[in-house]
T-cell receptor, first 116, second 109 residues
């Protein structure tokens, strides 16, 4: 069974540009999460989808970040316009349906974003 | 909101036992999970506790005390490959996971 995949693996953009990150969860996983890790610090929660609905987006830093999950399958995270402080590794994770599924999340390899 | 505390660094020798503690403050607590991350790669799930007590999975065990808002990850028979970052994560009954800052474990020969 394929794991969580993310694209691209690396992205280098200039301040003010737009970048879209993609996450393909494990098939059948209703729960999809986005996280960010900056400078080797904590894995910071961004948001949580249940199917196509945003269950919790309290971690989204500001309105420059937009996440979508049309059809409840893959998800995209768009940063527009990108700022220097947006640099970091963006992880996507998915888990089985239901509340208990949140206890065991399967992470993708991450997208390393560098904003110059 | 949620907050977690775990040590930033731990060092141990091969074959030893190490315990990584995690204390948390949260509302709507559902469970405590542990993840391992090597060199910035994808975090991988290790263990989960929803009830008080010890859960054992091979060389790794995890403990939870809900009344003390405290848990730990116990690693036995340490191997060099266990050198990694270890994160505790609180899961709330709304399905949200909040991760600690991580503990960097260094295993020495």
């Amino acid at each position: 069974e394929a794991g969580v995949t993310q694209f691209p693996s690396h992205s280098v953009i200039e301040k003010g540009q737009t970048v879209t990150l993609r996450c393909d969860p494990i098939s059948g996983h209703d729960n999809l999460y986005w996280y960010r890790r900056v400078m080797g610090k904590e894995i910071k929660f961004l948001l949580h989808f249940v199917k196509e609905s945003k269950q919790d987006e309290s971690g989204m830093p500001n309105n420059r970040f937009l996440a979508e999950r049309t059809g409840g399958t893959y998800s995209t995270l768009k940063v527009q316009p990108a700022e220097l402080e947006d640099s970091g590794v963006y992880f996507c994770a998915s888990s089985q349906p239901g509340l208990a599924g949140g206890n065991e999340q399967f992470f993708g390899p991450g997208t390393r974003l560098t904003v110059l | 909101g949620q907050s977690l505390e775990q040590p930033s660094e731990v060092t141990a020798v091969e074959g030893a036992i190490v315990q990584i503690n995690c204390t948390y403050q949260t509302s709507g607590f559902y469970g405590l999970s542990w993840y391992q991350q090597h060199d910035g790669g994808a975090p991988t799930f290790l263990s989960y506790n929803a009830l008080d007590g010890l859960e054992e999975t091979g060389r790794f065990s995890s403990f939870l005390s809900r009344s003390d808002s405290y848990g730990y990850l116990l690693l036995q028979e340490l191997q060099m490959k266990d050198s990694a970052s270890y994160f505790c994560a609180v899961v709330t009954n709304a399905g949200k996971s909040t991760f600690g800052d991580g503990t960097t474990l260094t295993v020495k020969p």
